[in-house]
């Protein structure tokens, strides 16, 4: 794998790009599912496979920082482009979900000011304070903690959690379209 070729327009090589990435989507299962379990009073896995990785946060914060740059410390830039931004991103998943799976793991028929329960103003809003905190420190951390380990360890530890990932989407995916429960889908029409 090219782990040291520069993504154009970057700088930035694609070792950290996918070291980002998988932590963005740990983190985000964490946090998601943590939150879930307190609000249902149970333990909840937010994820579609069985294990602790949620890809929508890597790509929406891998995404996020790689396109909103150029406006770091332009707090008003980076609030409304990264809501604007993450509700389309949040669209664009809920439908592919929808095709793909006929579901989406959230619904927000509830919430006021919601778009067929798969965006709405609250997430909108909250999805530009989550940019700016994305900008302020936690890319930071995530950057940081990615270079406390070596580069070796790093190709190897990306290579075992990217295999499992498509083994277990794919296993999901299998018994998704077999008619078999995966996890607690939503289904919207």
Known sequence: MPWDMIIYGTGIDVYHVIQWFLIYSILG???ESIYMSFCEKRLVNRGFIFGP??????F???????????????????????????????????KLMIRILGAVWWDYTEKPFNYKGIICL???????LYTICLFGFLHKGVMA??????ADVGCVLAVILIVY???DFSVHMYRAKKGVPVQKGIRIS
Not at 53 to 58: K, L, N, R, V
Not at 122 to 128: I, K, M, Q, V
């Open 29 to 31: 299962w964490c946090v």
């Open 122 to 128: 609250e997430s909108t809003l909250a999805w530009g």
């Open 145 to 150: 903690f990615a270079d406390t380990y070596s």
């Open 53 to 58: 990785i949620c890809p929508i946060y890597g």
């Open 60 to 94: 929406g914060a891998v995404g996020a920082y790689l396109l909103l740059r150029p406006l770091e410390g332009n707090y008003v830039g980076l609030y409304i482009l990264g809501s604007i931004g993450a509700t389309f991103f949040e669209f664009l998943v809920a």
């Open 165 to 167: 990932y498509f083994v």
